[in-house]
């Protein structure tokens, strides 16, 4: 067995700023992130999406395993084939796989099974998570390590002034499917990323937030 190696801490932040300053400005950031889906269709260079994804990448995994794949689609052809598969699921679920208290949840949201922004937006990031290795290896923590990731793509993509939706249209093989993925990857979530229209709005219930009170509890 290989013995680990350790090397120092790397500095994190100015130490001048207090933790409640810099806190307070990173909320104020973060609290103008929304989930979007009416899209501009100006372009997104793929250096950009590389820089996101990189930025994702940087979070932490059971073991180390960074079992997370992103797969970013620019191409039409491809953007129309993940639309109409996703709007079949879609159609399937609005009338015959959510239950009456599930559909009231989202009525607020105005959601429904049309997905055109997925050919509107410049980008599709389809997430994958491996339940295996390349090579057949365990993986662990599969779920919560990609989970992190993808909440890490979204601060990204909201601090580089870009706008994302997760979207998960249920079930998600036919992505697997489209995109040629190998058998140890299962979809994780698909991300439209790319600008807002100029018409832009969003769901005011969506805006609402918790109290801290209601979300934590100090012991």
């Known amino acids: 067995m ?23 400005a990173f909320h104020e950031t973060l609290r103008t ?4 889906r009416m899209f501009s269709d100006r372009s997104v260079s793929r250096e ?8 994702a990448a940087t979070a932490p995994s059971g073991a180390n395993k960074q079992p997370w794949r992103f797969v970013c689609v620019s191409d039409p ?20 796989r959510a239950n009456d208290e599930w ?4 009525a607020p949201l105005g959601t429904d ?26 993986i662990y923590y599969a779920d919560e390590s990609v989970g992190i990731s993808v909440g890490m793509f979204l601060v990204a993509a909201h601090v580089a002034g870009l706008v994302t939706l997760t979207h998960t249209p249920s079930p998600m093989k036919f992505l697997a499917d489209l995109l040629g993925r190998p058998a140890n990857e299962r ?9 807002p229209s100029d018409d832009c709005e969003v ?14 509890d100090f012991r």
Not at 203 to 216: G, M, N, S, V
């Open 48 to 55: 950009v999406i590389e820089g996101i994804v990189t930025c």
């Open 187 to 195: 979809a994780f979530v698909l991300l439209p990323i790319g600008y």
């Open 77 to 96: 052809a491809t953007k129309r084939q993940i639309r109409l598969a996703a709007e079949e699921e879609e159609r399937a679920f609005y009338k015959r």
């Open 33 to 36: 992130r929304r989930s979007v």
């Open 113 to 138: 099974e049309d997905k055109s922004y997925l050919e509107i937006a410049p980008w599709l990031v389809v997430v994958f998570k491996q339940v295996r290795t390349e090579s057949g290896g365990q």
């Open 203 to 216: 769901p005011e219930h969506a805006l609402t937030r918790k109290p801290l009170d209601e979300i934590a």
């Open 103 to 106: 559909l009231r949840d989202l």
């Open 2 to 24: 290989t013995e680990p190696r350790f090397v120092p801490l790397p500095p994190r932040h100015d130490p001048g700023i207090a933790p409640e300053e810099a806190l307070r």
